[in-house]
């Protein structure tokens, strides 16, 4: 129940193109969404992030859609650039309690030049 | 703002020594900081839980007397990892979190690299 599911685990798109991240969680508890990027070798570097009363959060090129009934919350990159080829991991976490994140397994993005 | 160091951003040791990895906040005060272990293309995993003041709260699975953590003040807290083994390589990364705040910031990561 603290799983947080993400996929695709790899993901490949050509510039411009729209990757979209999905990542599902089982605790209704759960009320902070955050989304992280990461470069090889670097720490992972906070993108944007929700909580679950709100249905879609915008931040430059980055959206987050979320789907409260469907425990389910998904990263949208715009015009999307080679630059932007990176890992990506979503986490959840209960913000009353030890404000421990559970983080998906993570997104292995490459855009094509 | 909400800057995290690491040092030493790598380090490479013997088998049998002791590192110690140093997480600051440099533009804010952590009143919880968090240390991770990621393997190779794998996800990050949390050891432990750290509140300034008190005692690491460690994951199960995670030995306290080979992670020795403290966080002695609002700024920094520090990981030992005793005896090193081999095992023991991996990339180790810190967060922290500000009194009120959700949101954890990341350092840059240690790489060990153990002999």
């Known amino acids: 129940q603290q799983q947080v599911k993400q996929s695709p685990q790899s993901l490949i798109v050509q510039k411009g193109g729209i990757p979209i991240i999905n990542c599902a969680y089982e605790?209704?508890?759960?009320?902070?969404f955050p989304w992280y990027q990461q470069f090889p070798g670097k720490g992972p570097a906070l993108l944007i992030a929700i909580r679950p009363d709100v249905s879609e959060k915008k931040e430059g090129r980055f959206t987050i859609s979320f789907n409260k009934s469907a425990k389910q919350f998904s990263l949208h990159i715009m015009d999307s650039q080679p630059g932007d080829s990176a890992t990506y991991f979503c986490a959840a976490s209960i913000t009353s309690g030890t404000y421990k994140y559970i983080f998906g397994t993570g997104t292995r993005l490459k855009v094509l030049a | 703002g909400a800057v995290v160091s690491q040092h030493p951003s790598r380090v490479i040791c013997k088998s049998g020594t002791s590192v110690k990895i140093e997480c600051r906040s440099l533009d804010f005060q952590a009143t919880t900081m968090f240390w991770y272990r990621q393997f190779p293309k794998q996800s990050l995993m949390l050891m432990a839980t750290?509140?300034?003041?008190?005692?690491?709260?460690?994951e199960q699975g995670v030995e306290k007397d080979k992670f020795l953590i403290n966080h002695a003040s609002l700024t920094l807290s520090t990981l030992t990892v005793t005896s090193a083994h081999p095992e023991d390589s991996s990339f180790y990364i810190c967060?922290?979190?500000?009194?009120?705040?959700?949101?954890?910031?990341f350092g840059p990561g240690t790489r060990l690299t153990v002999l």
């Open positions: 967060s922290a979190r500000e009194m009120g705040a959700d949101t954890q910031y």
């Open positions: 750290s509140n300034e003041g008190s005692k690491a709260t460690y």
């Open positions: 605790n209704t508890a759960f009320d902070y």
